[in-house]
Structure formats: structure tokens, C-alpha cells
């Protein structure tokens, strides 16, 4: 038996609370999975999980093996990580989760530039809205906004969004110009549905603050698409400041309210806390931060 890569295997069932996932994560059988640990119980004469045919649990002995086995794969990680670094090129298998309108728009050419700097580095981008588990995922990064959800990891701020008002002077040539937020009750808004409350928009100024309940014929879970469709007259919308920034320099879009702040958010690189980040990692989230960070 490779006690090392049964001990990965362990730690990766103990971690997702899965051999599916621990199968899939590490590419490697179902039955080998069952192997490993089968393997590691007789060598250590201890029960370290009880599984049935819907989920496993650690038994004592398997959260005391788990914390060993730790320690002892982060040491020989920090030692081949140092030698690593003085004698090779990275490479290796990264797998990135990136917010679908954000990857599209900003991290697609950062990407591009960090595959040809780091050949060797073979990148697996999720381009999704869905929140991803990363313990679960077998993701070793993930680019998130707004708010975390308190999940235990690192989260290491990237760059900062603004939501701005915007609409097509086409529309308003047919429509009119409102005068004050709440003037958007009576005009045709475009609802993002994957906001926490999308059909309430917020303003805030130094002198108040509130909502108008906003409604519209076109709904969607996607901000580039309701960016076309407001660009199209088709109504007005509310967008971060990355999707909407090139439609109101070339004019197609004007932005409303200005005097007002709708939402702000940030951006952040997370990722699971471990005494040594692998290379490639490492590597990316440098250079997320160099070129997201940067005023250009």
C-alpha cells in the first residue's frame, strides 16, 4: 500500500464526508477509495469511519488520525514546495470557480495572460453564479462578491463594484425621463433575479435613504443579458459598474441618479487556509491581486 496516497485518500473522504466526492476529486475509483481505507484500518488495527449505504461519520481514532496525517502531508508539501521553487517550473491541475458575468468580463483576458506566463499550469475555470462548496468541489480557488456567507476560509479582497442606474436614451425618448428614484414605479425595469431582493432597489444619498419596489415585463438571472436589453431601450436597469462601464462611454447608456448610491460590493479571492499554499495557487492569487488591484 502507498501509505501517503492513503492518507491523502482519508483526508479527502474526511474533509467531504464522501467517497463520491473523494473519488471524483482525486480521479481515481470508488473502489479504490474504498481500498485506501479498508487498507489503513487493518495496517492501524482502528476503525477510522462508520459508512452505510447513505453517509459515513469519523469515529475518534479518524479525527486523530486526520489531524497526523495533516501535519505529516503540509510537512512533505512545505519541503517539495521549497525545492519547487528553486528547481521547477509550476504546473499542475488548478481548478478556479469565477462568477459568471465578472469571469466573462474581467478575469477572461487575466486568465489568458496567466496560461501563457505558466504553461505547465493547466487551468479548469467554473464560470457560474451558483455558490460552490470548496471543501465539496475539489475547487482550489474561488473569485466570489458581496457577501461571504461567513464560510470558513481565507477571503482576500480583489477589487471593489459599484451598481449604477442606468438606461438607453432610446428609451427615454419614448418613455420620459424620471425625475427622482421612486419615478421608476411607473417605468419598465429590468429585474435581475438572482438579487437577494430584485424587485427592490435601494438609494442612498447624505440626506435619506430608501427603496422603490421596481417592476417590469423582462426578468432574468443574468446581468450581461439585461445590460444588451436595456442597451436594446428595452427598459432600465440596475448593474455593477463592470458591465455597464463601456455602454455609458460610448454613450448607448446614460446613468440616472447619480447623486444617489445604489449598492457597492467587493470582490474576493477564496480559499482554504493551509500552512502552504501549493505553488500554482499561490502564483494565481499573486497575480489576481496584482492585476485586479491595479488602477488600470
Not at 48 to 64: D, E, Y
Request: charged content about 25%.
Amino acid at each position: 500500500m502507498d501509505k501517503l496516497q492513503a492518507m491523502k485518500v482519508f483526508c479527502r473522504v474526511y474533509e467531504a464526508e464522501s467517497f463520491k466526492v473523494a473519488s471524483e476529486s482525486l480521479d481515481i475509483s470508488r473502489p479504490m477509495v474504498t481500498r485506501y481505507i479498508n487498507a489503513l484500518e487493518d495496517d492501524l488495527g482502528a476503525k477510522l469511519l462508520h459508512r452505510n449505504t447513505r453517509n459515513i461519520s469519523v469515529t475518534h481514532a479518524g479525527k486523530l488520525y486526520y489531524q497526523h496525517c495533516i501535519n505529516i502531508l503540509e510537512a512533505i508539501e512545505e519541503a517539495e514546495g521549497e525545492l519547487g521553487d528553486l528547481t521547477q517550473q509550476p504546473k499542475g491541475h488548478l481548478r478556479l470557480s469565477v462568477p459568471m458575468d465578472f469571469g466573462l468580463s474581467h478575469m477572461v483576458p487575466i486568465l489568458n495572460e496567466f496560461s501563457q506566463l505558466y504553461p505547465d499550469i493547466t487551468l479548469e475555470v467554473d464560470f457560474s453564479d451558483k455558490r460552490v462548496d470548496l471543501t465539496e468541489s475539489g475547487i482550489d480557488l474561488a473569485v466570489r462578491g458581496g457577501d461571504l456567507g461567513g464560510d470558513q476560509f481565507i477571503a482576500r479582497p480583489l477589487c471593489t463594484m459599484r451598481g449604477y442606474v442606468c438606461v438607453s436614451p432610446m428609451y427615454l425618448e419614448r418613455k420620459g425621463v424620471p425625475q427622482h428614484p421612486t419615478d421608476l414605479m411607473q417605468h419598465d425595469c429590468l429585474i435581475y433575479t438572482n438579487a437577494p431582493y430584485a424587485n427592490k432597489w435601494s438609494f442612498n444619498s447624505s440626506e435619506e435613504a430608501f427603496d422603490v419596489s421596481v417592476h417590469g415585463a423582462l426578468m432574468a438571472n443574468n446581468g450581461s443579458a439585461l445590460t444588451r436589453l436595456a442597451v436594446a431601450g428595452a427598459g432600465i436597469i440596475m448593474q455593477p459598474d463592470f458591465l455597464v462601464e463601456r455602454y455609458l462611454e460610448s454613450g448607448e447608456l446614460v446613468s440616472l441618479f447619480d447623486e444617489y448610491e445604489t449598492f457597492t460590493g467587493q470582490f474576493y479571492a477564496v480559499y482554504a487556509e493551509r500552512k502552504l499554499q501549493p505553488k500554482k495557487v499561490r502564483l494565481l492569487i499573486d497575480f489576481l491581486l496584482e492585476k485586479l488591484q491595479s488602477p488600470a
